[in-house]
């Protein structure tokens, strides 16, 4: 009779955890999403990619080095007293910040943003998960650093950093910047940005546009690129190396294969319907740096393909094409300049050319 | 008196298995910890080569006891004993010097806590504690040099390629019981989403030791009938949880095939490299041939030999 009693509620246990783990959270509201910054004359945006800290690490070499990217453009003007002024608005961390790291490393990183006192937003690489720590741990180590605006409402939508930032001058929105979780792998390679995250920036987009009844600037930003990166370099690139295309504005410098799903994702498609995302700033491959100017359905709308520039030594890289990119945004249109810097360990710092990228980064 | 602790029942197992959760905790650390030396191209090796070769010492350690308590002749076992004091002693003479030189040139004496929490110096007492562990194998040997006279009494029970076997299977169970203990890191201060499907996975990683343990019941079997009842009833036992548990993830995969992806991977550091947790396969193939070669095994020793008797 025990026995029987024991085995009926081992297996109604056994159920009620996979009906837990079925469960749907209801949707948060969309506005729980958003983040809003002030805008600044000459809005500037640092991207730091794939950063790969790890138990190896010696952090106070990487912090050194981490702090003076940000402030590059300080010692590229030859002003180190001020690099206060040349402080970016906003810093983006773009994925792989972590691999093969442990809590403290974590914890240390974030202590060492913070002290940075500039704002920064985060989204995760494939690797971040990879390391003596749970998932939550990282979670939480993001959402009580004190500027780090990411905003991960408990939803049903894929990924845990699908997050935008609106960008206002008193109450007028004027740009977008859109963050999501480009996910990690799918069991046989890298997975994507997934339909449901696609219908979520859909609705965002409509958001923001109803509200002002026009179409909104904005940039998006995420780890693993899109199969669009490579439909570009076949089809701009003719999958050369290195090359510039004056019809298109376009410009490559392709040291690796690009690495994304070889699972199709609708963004880029919902990119050019919506026509207001102008850009996707990615990063995963280090030694690979492109600007497609992108017009798949040749519907008029370009999207700018980016892949930023790694920054740090952490596993594979090319030093003269180490650093970070500066995007300034412009004021009343859709456009933005980009500054790509490289900067070396040594405290050597400069700016990447376009002639530098076409004769192989030397 | 030490021989005669050393031979006491109580004491070797608890030795053992005292060393043998030790070595899995300092296995699974170390390789965790030593991946970014191939992702950097062996940048910082001067550095952290030291630290790497300390968390292996128990598990190397683990491997010479648990073969001691397996042979039965005194000059095999002393020879043992020799050949772990021989290479503690030169590996840990020469990583003190290696960690002495970059602690003072590299590090300028300076904690740098990121891969133990008082690196590089508590890699240097651990070292030091090691020279001193290896200078007493051999001080041991010396004063038991006699053993290494007395003459060979019992044959070899078993071929090499068998000890090759063993070792590797300790080798992989020690990682995965340590990758298995790591599990700590989940808890925290939220329960993740996925958790509810995370047991197979964590009791996958214990199949390696269940079968290592089910070996180690069967070893200290002295009657035949007992030998064939264990080595039964191993196979069974080990079968059934090892289909049972890979049902079961099957089952988890098919409600959220990215769970692993999602909320596992820091169970799976290595497999990530290549895209598809690697760790979850490996166990599965290594399970499939200890069951097959242990089931071949058994035929061959308790069924052919039957059947032999009888013609």
Sequence with gaps: ?????????????????????????????????IVTMDWQENFTICTLNDIHLSVQSNLKEEFEYLENVIYSRAYLNDDAANKMDYAPDLVVINGDTFMTANKYVVKEFFKFMDSLKIPYAYTYGNHDFQGQYSKTFLMDQISSAKYCIVKNPKDNVFGDSNYVVNIKSGSFLKWQLYFFDSNTYNGFGYDRIHDDQVD?????????????????????????????FNEAWKSIGNKTRFGKDDTTGSIWHMEEKVSCSGLKSNLYEKMQELRSTVSMIVAHDHINFTDWHYDKNNNGHD?????????????????????????????????????RVNAKYDGTYRIITDEMLLGGSK | MMKRLLNAKYFKDTFLAIIFFISSICTYYGIFSSIPFVTSYGRGLLNYFPSLLVFMVPLFSFIIFYLYYHFDNYQTKWKMIKIYGLVLTIAMSLMIVLQ???????????????????????????SILFLIVGIISLIWCKCHHDYSLVAATATKKYKKRYYVA??????????????????????????????????????????LSLALFMYEIYSRQTEEMDKKRWYFKGILITSISSILIFIWIIIVLIINPFIVHDSLSLFYPIGYAVKIPFGIILIAIGMVIILISSTCKYIKRYHTKKKDEQE
Aim: charge should be positive; include cysteine; proline fraction near 5%.
């Design chain 1, 200 to 228: 979520w920036y859909e609705k965002q987009v409509k958001l923001a546009n109803k509200e002002v009844s026009k179409i909104i600037p904005s940039m998006s930003f995420f780890h693993i690129p899109t199969e669009e």
């Design chain 2, 166 to 207: 063993l070792i590797f299977m300790i080798i992989f169970s020690t990682y995965f019981l340590g990758d298995f203990i790591s599990m700590y890191n989940l808890f925290g201060s939220r329960i993740d989403e996925n958790a509810w499907g995370f047991a197979p996975f964590l009791l996958e990683m214990l199949l």
């Design chain 2, 100 to 126: 002495i030189i970059t602690i003072s040139l590299l590090l300028k004496w300076k904690l740098m806590r990121s891969v133990t929490p008082l690196f590089p110096f508590d890699i240097l007492t651990l």
């Design chain 1, 1 to 33: 009779m025990k026995k029987k009693l024991f085995f009926k509620v081992s297996y109604l246990s056994l159920i009620s955890l996979f009906l837990f783990g079925c469960s749907n959270v209801p949707d948060p509201n969309l506005k729980d999403y």
């Design chain 1, 303 to 339: 999207i700018r393909l980016i892949f930023g520039i790694k920054t740090g030594r952490g596993i594979y890289h090319n030093p003269n094409l180490m650093g970070c990119v500066f995007y300034t945004l412009s004021d009343g249109n859709n456009t933005f300049d980009l500054l």
